[in-house]
């Protein structure tokens, strides 16, 4: 026995000779590789099913009746201000996922969507500098005990505002407290697709608000990355606080029916 | 005798291997560690070549260029933008982008070697799987990058990867100083990135351009201190953007809101859409 003990190490050591990985074993993984995209819309859930307080009922049904009338309610995204998170995940771009020890990143091009999920078991700081898509925090699980991850345990805090869920303008809580709780995994039965199941943990809502995103990877395993740029033709600009167009010959123009042009006070005595 | 054993021993190796689920797909002992964040050394602005003073960089441009070069410069200092196209929140681009205007972050896989630079999501992919430039690709702000890695000193470990990046699209400039490329947007940009002999937490890019709008091809050598336990900040440029782009003047708006010149003298845009 104990010859075949120190026989299986002196095997060991051939691999170790031969140049054998093991600092990164990325077969512990699932494969994520390739290029995801969403399956449906990029929108929420229906608003009807948010359970919002009432006084965020009130907010997103101002919204509605903003954007009906040519204004963007709070959705900031049209100054190409990031959707942040959660909104990020409704894959306004097809994204990749590169898993590394330190970090799982979602690349996505898009405004600025990109997410680091950090996974080398670090605490939350106690201080977090807030910012759209948050600071994520994860932890990779092997639920089925195989040996192998299969699910990414996500929770991320950090967040600011303004963001909304998707562009109907289902709003957050003002104060950011934002919690993002997350459970992403392959399908078992096809392993392209892959689930999302997101929880929002926020002070605008009566209770937590769970939903699961679906996303299908593309048959090409080396894949046509497009880049999206939000500022290029870009129509949208916000002066005095309210949104007007440009138009496709360059001009200032009203978003809304009847809205006055901007104040040009700025320019009456300039250069006099 | 000893022939037939060891090929039993290897036999069994990679069996043994198999089974127990070791990773021969990727030996990231190969490659070098560029974990961390990365960051312009202090004291480096806004600028494509380092080693020269802003506005002195030499740009070795062509007559007809540098001419547009002067012109940006006059235009900046009257209030205008120039030939620096970035105020509206379009990416930097290449080769701009490695001026790392905000920290980037490098990802090291077995097929693409990711650079992540905190500004407008500026994302290369460099494709290290062999691949050929590919045909009827669109052009992009950061083009496409093909890029091999290379063990420069034979240590049996790559420290080099050497790039090639084209497939470019404009409006572009080497820096906010406005230093232009053609508007054909042929430029070629290759690279090597390396991290120095003497400081592994010192990295240098030496970034070779290509391009109609120069006499000769531009070389400079970008460098980048590392920062270990890093903080990652967001930067989103359309925040506090208060430059405006209406048709093809730049505006300003107020700390209050408002439009206003970007120019003394300039004249107010048209409002002819609101009087209808």
Redesign the interface.
Request: charged share 25%; glycine share 8%; with cysteine.
């Given at each position: 026995m104990l010859r075949g003990s120190i026989g299986f190490c002196a095997l060991m050591a051939l691999a170790g000779t031969l140049g054998v990985a093991h600092a990164f074993d990325e077969t512990k993984y699932p494969d994520l590789k390739g290029q995801w995209n969403r399956t449906a819309a990029p929108r929420w859930e229906s608003a009807s099913k948010a359970p919002l307080t009432p006084e965020y009922r009130a907010i997103y049904e101002a919204n509605v009746k903003d954007q009906a009338e040519g204004g963007q309610g709070e959705t900031p995204t049209y100054t190409c201000i990031s959707p942040g998170m959660p909104r990020v995940m409704n894959a306004y771009e097809p994204f990749e996922i590169v898993v590394t020890p330190q970090a799982t990143h979602f690349l996505m091009d898009h405004i600025h969507d990109a997410r680091r999920i950090l996974t080398d078991g670090r605490d939350w700081p106690k201080e977090i500098d807030p910012s759209f898509v948050g600071y994520s925090i994860g932890k990779w699980v092997d639920e089925d005990g195989d040996g192998r991850y299969d699910v990414l345990v996500v929770e991320t805090r950090g967040l600011r505002g303004p963001r909304s869920y998707d562009s109907t303008g289902i709003p957050f809580h003002k104060d950011n407290q934002t919690i993002v709780k997350e459970r992403i995994y392959l399908d078992k039965a096809n392993s392209n697709i892959l689930y999302d199941e997101i929880t929002v943990i926020d002070n605008a809502l009566t209770r937590p608000w769970s939903t699961t995103k679906k996303y299908a990877r593309g048959p090409d395993r080396n894949p046509v990355w497009g880049e999206s740029v939000c500022a290029e033709g870009n129509q949208h600009i916000v002066i005095e606080n309210q949104p007007y167009m440009l138009s496709s010959d360059g001009y200032l123009m009203p978003a809304k029916k009847g809205q006055k042009p901007p104040d040009l006070t700025y320019f009456k005595n300039n250069g006099k | 005798m000893l022939y037939r054993k060891t090929i039993g021993?290897l036999a069994?190796?990679s069996a043994?291997?198999m089974t127990i689920?070791?990773?021969?797909?990727?030996?990231?002992?190969?490659y070098p560690d560029w974990?961390g964040q990365w960051r312009r050394p202090p004291g480096v602005n806004n600028q494509w070549d380092p080693s020269k003073p802003r506005l002195k960089e030499e740009a070795p441009l062509t007559p007809e260029y540098q001419a547009i070069y002067d012109a940006n410069l006059k235009d900046q200092e009257a209030g205008g933008m120039g030939t620096d196209p970035t105020y509206?929140?379009?990416?930097d681009g290449m080769p701009r982008a490695m001026n790392v205007i905000f920290p980037m972050e490098i990802?090291i896989?077995p097929k693409t070697t990711?650079i992540?630079i905190e500004y407008?999501?500026m994302?290369r992919?460099i494709y290290t799987?062999g691949?050929d430039f590919p045909k009827d690709?669109?052009a992009?702000?950061?083009g496409y990058s093909i890029g091999h890695w290379v063990d420069t000193d034979g240590d049996?470990r790559y420290d080099q990867l050497e790039i090639e990046t084209r497939n470019l699209k404009n409006p572009r400039a080497f820096d906010s100083s406005g230093i232009p490329l053609h508007a054909d947007a042929e430029t070629v940009i290759k690279e090597k990135i390396y991290a120095d002999k003497a400081n592994p937490d010192v990295l240098h890019d030496e970034v070779t351009t290509i391009d109609h709008a120069l006499t000769r091809p531009w070389t400079v050598v970008k460098n980048y201190n590392r920062v270990r336990n890093e903080?990652?900040?967001?930067s989103?440029?359309?925040?506090n953007n208060d430059h405006?782009k209406?048709?093809?003047d730049v505006y300003m708006?107020?700390a209050d809101?408002?439009?206003?010149?970007a120019k003394?003298?300039?004249?107010?845009?048209?409002?002819?859409?609101?009087e209808k």
């Amino acid at each position: 026995m104990l010859r075949g003990s120190i026989g299986f190490c002196a095997l060991m050591a051939l691999a170790g000779t031969l140049g054998v990985a093991h600092a990164f074993d990325e077969t512990k993984y699932p494969d994520l590789k390739g290029q995801w995209n969403r399956t449906a819309a990029p929108r929420w859930e229906s608003a009807s099913k948010a359970p919002l307080t009432p006084e965020y009922r009130a907010i997103y049904e101002a919204n509605v009746k903003d954007q009906a009338e040519g204004g963007q309610g709070e959705t900031p995204t049209y100054t190409c201000i990031s959707p942040g998170m959660p909104r990020v995940m409704n894959a306004y771009e097809p994204f990749e996922i590169v898993v590394t020890p330190q970090a799982t990143h979602f690349l996505m091009d898009h405004i600025h969507d990109a997410r680091r999920i950090l996974t080398d078991g670090r605490d939350w700081p106690k201080e977090i500098d807030p910012s759209f898509v948050g600071y994520s925090i994860g932890k990779w699980v092997d639920e089925d005990g195989d040996g192998r991850y299969d699910v990414l345990v996500v929770e991320t805090r950090g967040l600011r505002g303004p963001r909304s869920y998707d562009s109907t303008g289902i709003p957050f809580h003002k104060d950011n407290q934002t919690i993002v709780k997350e459970r992403i995994y392959l399908d078992k039965a096809n392993s392209n697709i892959l689930y999302d199941e997101i929880t929002v943990i926020d002070n605008a809502l009566t209770r937590p608000w769970s939903t699961t995103k679906k996303y299908a990877r593309g048959p090409d395993r080396n894949p046509v990355w497009g880049e999206s740029v939000c500022a290029e033709g870009n129509q949208h600009i916000v002066i005095e606080n309210q949104p007007y167009m440009l138009s496709s010959d360059g001009y200032l123009m009203p978003a809304k029916k009847g809205q006055k042009p901007p104040d040009l006070t700025y320019f009456k005595n300039n250069g006099k | 005798m000893l022939y037939r054993k060891t090929i039993g021993a290897l036999a069994l190796t990679s069996a043994l291997l198999m089974t127990i689920g070791i990773a021969q797909a990727f030996d990231d002992s190969k490659y070098p560690d560029w974990n961390g964040q990365w960051r312009r050394p202090p004291g480096v602005n806004n600028q494509w070549d380092p080693s020269k003073p802003r506005l002195k960089e030499e740009a070795p441009l062509t007559p007809e260029y540098q001419a547009i070069y002067d012109a940006n410069l006059k235009d900046q200092e009257a209030g205008g933008m120039g030939t620096d196209p970035t105020y509206t929140c379009i990416p930097d681009g290449m080769p701009r982008a490695m001026n790392v205007i905000f920290p980037m972050e490098i990802v090291i896989m077995p097929k693409t070697t990711y650079i992540l630079i905190e500004y407008l999501t500026m994302l290369r992919r460099i494709y290290t799987d062999g691949r050929d430039f590919p045909k009827d690709f669109p052009a992009s702000f950061m083009g496409y990058s093909i890029g091999h890695w290379v063990d420069t000193d034979g240590d049996g470990r790559y420290d080099q990867l050497e790039i090639e990046t084209r497939n470019l699209k404009n409006p572009r400039a080497f820096d906010s100083s406005g230093i232009p490329l053609h508007a054909d947007a042929e430029t070629v940009i290759k690279e090597k990135i390396y991290a120095d002999k003497a400081n592994p937490d010192v990295l240098h890019d030496e970034v070779t351009t290509i391009d109609h709008a120069l006499t000769r091809p531009w070389t400079v050598v970008k460098n980048y201190n590392r920062v270990r336990n890093e903080i990652w900040v967001e930067s989103i440029c359309q925040e506090n953007n208060d430059h405006l782009k209406i048709g093809n003047d730049v505006y300003m708006r107020s700390a209050d809101g408002f439009l206003m010149p970007a120019k003394k003298g300039q004249p107010a845009p048209s409002l002819k859409y609101f009087e209808k």
